[in-house]
């Protein structure tokens, strides 16, 4: 800080800097070595005017400093004080222990990432940026070495830790920003190529990206493993397209563990991406959370996406639960020769009924060779489950076991809202089942160009629509254009159509096998004409043994059709069949 402590026209300084050295430049820049409190003396003198324009200007305890300055690590035999400031491009390139009952902290006067490069070990260990100075370059890690931080705090480094080889251990260890209610541009944690290293209790506060795994080498799979993992995001900061969040990202050959880890305030919260079309990968999300905060605004176009996968990319998901987003998962362009099968189980997707949110989806798997979902629940979305292909290299093949799909009867519906909507060459298995309070409760559409010869199989599903709510032409179940479908003990309750059958091409017959099929309609309810079963034109299936009450007509069959009927009971119906 400049003073004025003199008058005239001085042409000589000398400053002595009260830790035994001096200057005689006018604006000098001095590094003290050592913490501690020092007083500066600065003697101004006009040469030409003689010693009789000397004047003396004396500051006690002008600065005072924490922290041993560093240049080399190497030359620090023990690191045994509280405090030491890093200066130029020192570097940990020698085994050491920093830290350990005592805390550390270390000041780091330099933009660009020191390098560990050693079997270093940090235990309790702060490092930050000077004071003033909102950021610094982070740590990098490299080399086949024993490193590990535990116990740590790194804050306001702008990729806080990089690790381009080896497998480092980072433990107990805390990444945030100077401003945790602000986010710094870059990522938090930077996993690189080969690298393999072990995360334990992490937490990652404000940062773009919180956790990034890159392995393009193409040469050997990745495994870093995340147990014990909070990625944390401002819920204050608005995000539009050009700043999209993301709390963990991975990217190529990378077999990702994750257990017990937690995902807060991205707009995405975890990414696969996979272009390589010779290998697969197989990440496991274990006891994962995904969250977003109903109150943050993000003025972006695309909305939030729980877990996003794309590509080769075949994922084990185990207890995972996914609240507040606009797209719960999606899933795309997973085609794999050999097949790999992802699963989905005790997946459970959330969404608030206190959001506004138009249009959102809780699942969406578009072009994805096979998927088994277990013990699975969407609820809140005006889409619950999305199931499509239009590519020609392979069948879709999912399975649905137990599977709950669940719309609010509190929210207004500005469109029509779909509680399973498949459509292209999906040969879709779907077991044990609930579809509840949706418009059009499942829609199967097989396409009018479709010409596989699939079976897909509707078994023990229950499609139920809330007599609160005003249904105007909603429709239980909508079958399109399929070859052949088998329905077995399903249940449909409450719409003003139960079930719809029909084909949009001449040259398509649609045989359905429909078996033991219940279709029931509230008296409370008020329905123009409703309709228990409607067989269109082009359908030559079976319909035995099912069941229909409280309908205006019981089944209508179309022009056309040559479905058999066996042993059907038809209750409290104004017209029973009418054809």
């Known amino acids: 800080k400049k003073e004025t402590f003199y008058e005239g026209n001085p042409d000589w300084w000398l400053w002595n800097f009260g830790d035994g050295n001096t200057s005689t430049q006018k604006d000098p820049v001095h590094t003290y070595m050592q913490a501690g409190t020092y007083t500066v003396t600065l003697t101004l003198r006009n040469l030409e005017a003689g010693m009789g324009s000397e004047a003396t200007q ?68 702060t490092f930050r940026p000077p004071t003033g100075n909102p950021t610094w370059g982070g740590l990098q890690f490299s080399g086949s070495f024993a490193a590990s931080l535990s116990g740590c705090t790194i804050r306001g480094a702008e990729v806080p830790i990089r690790i381009t080889s080896g497998n480092p251990a980072i433990l107990n260890t805390q990444i945030a920003t100077v401003d945790t209610l602000n986010q710094l541009g870059e990522t938090g944690l930077l996993i690189e190529g080969e690298a393999s290293p072990t995360l334990s209790n992490l937490e990652i506060i404000s940062y773009r990206n919180g956790v990034v795994v890159e392995n393009l080498s193409r040469t050997r799979v990745s495994t870093p493993t995340l147990t014990n993992v909070r990625v944390r995001n401002s819920t204050q900061s608005s995000r539009t397209d050009e700043d999209r969040s993301t709390g963990i990202t991975v990217k190529g050959d990378a077999d990702l563990s994750m257990d017990d880890v937690v995902v807060d305030n991205f707009d995405t919260g975890i990414r696969f991406e996979n272009t390589s079309l ?22 972006d176009s695309f909305g939030t996406i729980g877990i996003q996968i794309s590509g080769n990319v075949f994922p084990a998901l185990s207890d995972v639960e996914i609240e507040d987003v606009q797209t719960g998962i999606a899933y795309t362009d997973a085609i794999s020769l050999p097949r790999e099968t992802p699963t989905l189980t005790n997946v459970r997707v959330r969404n608030s009924t206190q959001s506004i949110r138009s249009e959102s989806t809780g699942a969406l798997f578009s072009n994805v060779s096979s998927v088994a979902l277990d013990d699975c629940e969407f609820d809140g979305f005006s889409q619950g489950m ?79 629509n809330s007599t609160q709510s005003s249904r105007n032409l909603r429709t239980g179940i909508q079958l399109i254009d399929l070859i052949d479908i088998v329905m077995e003990n399903d249940s449909i309750v409450g719409y003003h159509t139960g079930l719809e059958i029909t084909t949009t091409e001449s040259r398509t017959v649609s045989t359905p096998t429909l078996t033991n099929v219940r279709v029931r309609n509230s008296t409370q309810s008020t329905r123009d004409e409703n309709v228990g079963f409607f ?36 209750k409290n119906c104004e017209i029973g069949i009418r054809a």
Not at 282 to 296: A, D, F, G, I, K
Not at 443 to 449: F, I, L, V
């Open 278 to 299: 010779a290998t697969t990968t197989t990440p496991t999300l274990t006891n994962v959370r995904v969250r977003n905060s109903t109150q943050s605004i993000r003025t």
């Open 58 to 125: 004396t500051v006690p305890s002008m600065f005072t400093f924490a922290g041993t300055a560093v240049y080399n690590t190497s030359a620090v035999a023990n690191w045994n004080q509280p405090s030491y400031n890093l200066f130029g491009d020192a570097a940990f390139d020698s085994d050491m222990n920093i830290g350990g009952l005592q805390p550390v902290e270390i000041v780091v006067f330099n933009d660009e990432p020191v390098m560990v490069a050693a079997n270093v070990s940090f235990t309790n260990t």
């Open 535 to 570: 067989l269109g034109e082009g359908v030559a299936g079976i319909l035995e043994q099912s069941y229909v009450e409280g309908a205006s007509v019981g089944i209508l069959i179309a022009q056309g059709n040559q479905t058999l009927l066996i042993r059907n009971l038809i």
């Open 386 to 464: 999305v199931i499509s292909t239009d590519d020609t290299r392979a069948v879709s093949t999912p399975t649905l076991t137990n599977v709950r799909v669940r719309n609010s009867t509190q929210s207004s519906r500005n469109s029509t809202s779909v509680g399973l909507d498949i459509s292209g060459d999906v040969i879709m298995g779907m077991y044990d089942s609930i579809v509840d309070d949706y418009d059009l409760g499942i829609r199967y559409n097989g396409g009018a160009q479709s010409t596989r010869l699939s079976t897909p199989t509707l078994t023990n599903v229950r499609v139920r």
